[in-house]
C-alpha cells in the first residue's frame, strides 16, 4: 500500500510517520511537506534511512504540482495532516490559514479523487476539536455537536472538514475524519503553551499567560493521537468522524504550576523558581473557554485507549527538550525571534 502523508515533518506529522514507517514495514510512506516554519526534517532523522519512506517537498496549495504528484505516484491513501496550525497566528494572518487549510485540502481532494486507482483507497482528514467552538463548565464534544469556530483557525478546519465530507456526500468518495484535543509531547514547536514554556523557563523569561488562566484544554500525549490514527486509519469506518481526547483537563494555570514544578526538579533549581516567572498578558482574542473531547466512540467502537497519564507524559516531554538543546536552539533562532517579538513585546 502506497501511502502519502502531507504535513509528516511537523509536530504530530512526524510522530504519525515513524509510526507507519516502523510498524508497517511492506506500506510504502511518502512524506509531503513544504517545509514552512513548523516543518523540521531533523524530526524524522532517525527514519530517513528506512527503505519504505521518501520525503517529497511541496505545496498542497500548488495544483499543478499536485496533479503531476499524484498522476505518477497513485496513491492508494492519504492521510492529510499538513496544516497552519497556530490559533494565534491565524488571528495575524488569516488568509495564510484559508489557502493551506481549506484551498490546500480542496487540491488534495481533487488530485487524489482524479487519480485514484485503488477502489478502497480513502482520504483521512486529521482535525481539530477547535471546530466545535467553546464549552462552558458542563459537557464535552460529541461527534454530534454542532460546529461553532471561533477564530480564523478553527473556521478554516471546519471548512476543511465539510469539504472532506462534501466529497464523501457528492463523488461518494471514501473519507475517514478525526478531530482531536490538545496534543503535547517531543517535536512540538515552541509557539504553542507546553513548548513555549518550557523553553521560557530553562532561559529563565517570563511565561506569559493570556488573561487570567482559567481557559481549560483537554491534553493528549502526541504518541495516543499517532496510535488513535493507526487505528481510525485500519478500522474507521467511511465517512465517519471520530473524537480523539485525553480526558485529561486542566485550565492553563494550574497546568502552568505544574510544568514550573517540574522542570525545577529536573533542573535542580530551588522549588518556587519557576513560578515567579509567570506573567498575565493581555487575553488571545476570542479566546475559547473551554474544550473537552468525550472519545466514547472511539474507544468502544474501535478499541482505542491512550497509553499514559499526563505526570508521565509531561515528564517524558521536558526530558525531551532538554536532551535535545540542539534541536531547542536552532528552531528558536531567526524568524522565531521576529515573531516573539511581534506576539509578545507589547502585550
Ligand atoms: P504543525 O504546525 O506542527 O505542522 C504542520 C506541518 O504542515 C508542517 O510540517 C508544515 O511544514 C506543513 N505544511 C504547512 N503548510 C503546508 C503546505 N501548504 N503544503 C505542505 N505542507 C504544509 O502542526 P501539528 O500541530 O502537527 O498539526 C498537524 C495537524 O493536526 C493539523 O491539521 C492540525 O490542525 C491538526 N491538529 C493539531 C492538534 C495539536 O494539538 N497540535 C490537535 C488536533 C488536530
Ligand atoms: O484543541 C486542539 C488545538 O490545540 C489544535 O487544533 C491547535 O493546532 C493547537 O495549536 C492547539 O490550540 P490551542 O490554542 O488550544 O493551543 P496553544 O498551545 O496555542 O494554547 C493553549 C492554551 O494556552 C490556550 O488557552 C491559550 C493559552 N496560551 C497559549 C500561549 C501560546 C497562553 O496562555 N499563553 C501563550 O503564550
Known sequence: MKIVITGGAGFIGSHV?????????????INLDKLTYAGN???LKDIEHYDNYRFVKGD???????????????FDAVIHLAAESHVDRSISNPLEFVMTNVVGTVNLLNAFKKHRTNEKGFFYHVSTDEVYGELTDEGKFLET?????????????????????????????????????NNYGSHHFPEKLIPLFINNIKNKKP??????????RDWL???????????????????????????????????????CKLMDQKLG?????AVKLITYVTDRAGHDYRYAIDSTKLMTKLGWRPSLQFAEGLSK???????????????????????????????
Open 221 to 259: 500525549f502526541v504518541e495516543d493521537h499517532a496510535s488513535a490514527i493507526d487505528v481510525i486509519f485500519h478500522k474507521g469506518a467511511f465517512g465517519e468522524t471520530y473524537n480523539i481526547g485525553g480526558n485529561n483537563e486542566w485550565t492553563n494555570i494550574a497546568l502552568v504550576k505544574l510544568l
Open 145 to 181: 455537536t454542532p460546529y461553532s469556530p471561533n477564530s480564523p483557525y478553527s473556521a478554516s478546519k471546519a471548512s476543511s472538514d465539510h469539504f472532506v465530507r462534501a466529497y464523501h456526500e457528492t463523488y461518494d468518495l471514501p473519507v475517514k475524519i478525526s478531530n482531536c484535543s
Open 60 to 74: 498542497i496549495v500548488d495544483q499543478a504540482f499536485l496533479e503531476t504528484l499524484f498522476s505518477e505516484e497513485k
Open 17 to 29: 510517520v515513524r509510526r507507519f514507517v516502523t510498524k508497517y514495514p511492506t506500506y510504502q510512506i
Open 317 to 347: 516531554t521536558i526530558d525531551w527538550y532538554l536532551a535535545n538543546e540542539d534541536w531547542l536552539n536552532n528552531v528558536t533562532s531567526g524568524a522565531y525571534t521576529e515573531y516573539y517579538k511581534e506576539q509578545y513585546e507589547n502585550r
Open 269 to 273: 533549581r530551588p522549588e518556587g523558581d
Open 41 to 43: 526534517l531533523e524530526n
Open 207 to 216: 511565561l506569559p499567560v493570556y488573561g487570567k488562566g482559567e481557559n481549560v
